[in-house]
């Protein structure tokens, strides 16, 4: 049932992406910033025990921010170290200085790139989404 579900959905938003030349796409009105991914990881050449002696305090700053509300999820990354968050801003700029003035950023060893997350906007053209 779920996996018939699944297919569904997949072939519907297959249909919202047509391809080929000569289609026309139609216009998509913007969608709004929701949240914020950042993904952070050690700058290269940084020595390993710096980030150690500084991750504590890292650390309950973060913690900070989650019970905040301002870190939605949080994340390691599997592929590297580093962590991913998401957060609940809807401007680079303010979770740009809201990260570097974690304990990391304060000391240049940490850096995130920024994408701003939005709702789906494909999913405006299924019929009566206007």
Request: glycine share 8%; hydrophobic share 45%.
């Amino acid at each position: 049932m779920k996996y018939g579900l699944a297919v569904t959905i997949a072939a519907t938003l297959a249909g919202l992406f047509p391809s080929g030349p000569g289609v026309a796409q139609p216009a998509n009105p913007p969608t709004p910033t929701t949240r914020i991914l950042a993904i952070g990881t050690v700058k290269p050449g940084v020595d390993p025990a710096a980030v150690r002696s500084i991750l504590p305090t890292e650390v309950r700053e973060t913690v900070k921010l989650y019970l905040d509300g301002k870190i939605d999820q949080w994340y390691s990354l599997q592929d590297r170290s580093g962590v991913a968050f998401i957060l609940n801003v809807t401007d680079s700029a303010t979770a740009h200085d809201m990260l570097e003035k974690l304990p990391l950023g304060q000391a240049h060893l940490m850096t995130f790139e920024l994408i701003p997350l939005a709702p789906l906007n494909p999913l405006r053209q299924l019929p009566g989404m206007h």
